[in-house]
C-alpha cells in the first residue's frame, strides 16, 4: 500500500520535470526564431569584386638570350640579373639591358634546376626547384657565401624590404627573415574565382606582389597583408609576338624603382620588354 505523502512527492517531480521541459523547449525556439537575425562576418571569395585586368603598351625592347630558361629577373642598381633553369643549364647571370651581353655568369652544378632569384643588400639570393636548397652569391663578384634550406619547392621570390617572399607553386607565399631564413608567416593567395594556384616568378613593385602564373599568359597583383588578387596584368600580346614553342612561356618580372620602368620576358623569349600597364574593359581572365 503506498503513502499518500510519496504520491505527492511523486506528483511534484514529475510536475517539476515537465515545467524543465517546458523552459527549455521554449529557449530553443526563441534562439532558432532570432537565428536569422545574427550577422555572422565571414570573409569569401562570393563577396569579392571584379578587379582590375590591365593590357600591355609596349616602351621598349631589349635582346634577350633566346636560349635562357627564365625563372627569375631583377633589376637593382641600373643592372639586370637573370636566373636560368633546366637541369645542366641552369645559371645566375648579370646582363647589360640595352644589349642582351652577358657579363658575368655562375652555372648550378647540372644537379640543381635553378629558380627564382632577388636580390638582398649586397647578395643575391637564388632558390632551386625540388632540392629544397637556395644559394646566397656576394652581387659582385658572385662567388658562393653560403645556402639555406627550406620544406617546399622553390620557384619564386623577391623581397619586399623586410622579408623574402617565396611561391613554390601552390597557392601559398612564404614570408621568410633574410638573415636567418626562417618562416616568418604565409598568406593564402585568392581571387574571385578562388585560390590562385602555380604562382611562379615574384616581383614586389610599389607595395604590392606581382606573380607570373604558371602554364597562363597572367600576371597576379596581389595584396601581401590580406593574400587577395587585386588586379591582373594580360601578357597575351607580349607571348604572342614570343611564340616559339610550347615551352616558351611568359615568366620573369623585374622593376626599376629609380625610374618607375616595368620589365617582363619569358622563358626561352628573345626580348625583354618594358612595358607600361593600360586598363582594359575586360573583367574576367580566370575560367
Known sequence: MNHPRN?????????????????ALLALSLF???????EFK??????????????CEIINKYPHDRNAFTQGLVFENNQLYEGTGLYGHSSLRKIQLETGTILKVRNLSDQYFGEGITVYQNKIIQL?????????????????????HYPSEGWG???????????DGTSTLHFIDPETFEEDHQIQ???KEGPVKNLNELEYVKGEIYANVWQ?????????????????IDVTELSNIENNNPTSMPN??????ENDRLFVTGKLWSKIFEIELVLSEQTHVLD
Do not use: C
Open 189 to 191: 593567395i585568392f581571387s
Open 7 to 23: 504520491n505527492v512527492r511523486k506528483s511534484s517531480t514529475q510536475l517539476l520535470l515537465i515545467l524543465i521541459g517546458i523552459t
Open 216 to 232: 597562363t599568359n597572367l600576371i597576379a597583383l596581389i595584396s601581401p597583408t590580406t593574400g587577395q588578387v587585386t588586379g591582373w
Open 42 to 55: 565571414v570573409t569569401t571569395t562570393s563577396n569579392i569584386q571584379h578587379v582590375p585586368v590591365y593590357k
Open 32 to 38: 532558432f526564431s532570432n537565428a536569422n537575425h545574427v
Open 128 to 148: 632551386t626547384w625540388k632540392n629544397n636548397v637556395g644559394f646566397v652569391y656576394d652581387k659582385d663578384d658572385f662567388h658562393k657565401i653560403h645556402e639555406f
Open 157 to 167: 621570390i623577391t623581397f619586399d624590404g623586410e622579408h623574402l617572399i617565396m611561391s
Open 252 to 257: 620573369g618580372i623585374a622593376y626599376d624603382p
